[in-house]
């Protein structure tokens, strides 16, 4: 069977959301696998090399201003040239997320991995758009956590002399909110991972996380505020008048003159 090549196109070094989505997903997917990271230049050739030996490979990327992020972009670019070179004709899928509720939004970058394979003499089988991925980084921090209290609450039951089994119920059911919630995700996930296996076209699918566009814009605005606050104050920049060598005020100045 052909090995399936998975790449990590996130920049980030940690808490990933496309590397925690490549590890679900390499999971799913039969057969032999090989997972790398493309975040800096010096990653592009582990992964070209890796290309020549693989029959399918899936990307794993964050959406990044409605398009593909730039180091990606670039390396598509050598990449393009490189499987031209060496008439490479792997299987290329491509798992996208994004912060925006809609999965949809990740149309676009779908459109740029097909012209990609187009270009390059690849075969583009689809992928998987989803909607909310940084909900997705919550959920996986809260539930190691919501582990450890669970483990915690037991003992301490145990010690007062009241049900053991308690906690174990609760947690239960915040781990059935959390399928709920991700079964979209859970579900196109395991589809596309069949078609990896299969080597078939899965074609575009968009999803996300199941939660009403309300509920998450109200979280995501206390999120973001939280994190505003703790990275440089949250008037940062509302009432700071443009620097003097400011180079967009320079710019416009003179198209004005
Ligand atoms: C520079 C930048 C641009 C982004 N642009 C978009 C965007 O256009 N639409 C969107 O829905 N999310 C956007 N996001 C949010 C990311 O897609 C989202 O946080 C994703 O889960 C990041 O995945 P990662 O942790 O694998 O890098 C952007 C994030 C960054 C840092």
Known sequence: MEKTLLINCSPKK??????FIMRC???MIRGEKEYLCLRTPADRERILQAMVTSGKVVFVLPLYV?????HVLSF??????FCGEKGLRMKVYAIANNGFIEGRQNEPLMQVMENFCARSGLE???GV?????VMLN????MMPVMFGLTLVNMLLNAVQGLNVLEPVWSFGISVGELLLLCCGIIFFTARLAAHIGRGTNAGKRYTRVMLPSFVFILFADIFFTIISVFQGGIFRGWFSRPKPDDDCGIIVAKDHQ
């Open 138 to 141: 919550v959920e996986r921090i």
């Open 129 to 133: 758009g989803i909607g909310g991925g």
């Open 124 to 126: 583009w089988c689809g």
């Open 76 to 81: 598509l670019k050598e990449a393009e040239a």
């Open 25 to 27: 997903a390499g999971l």
């Open 66 to 70: 409605d398009g593909v992020p730039s």
């Open 14 to 19: 940690k808490l990933s959301v496309s590397g």
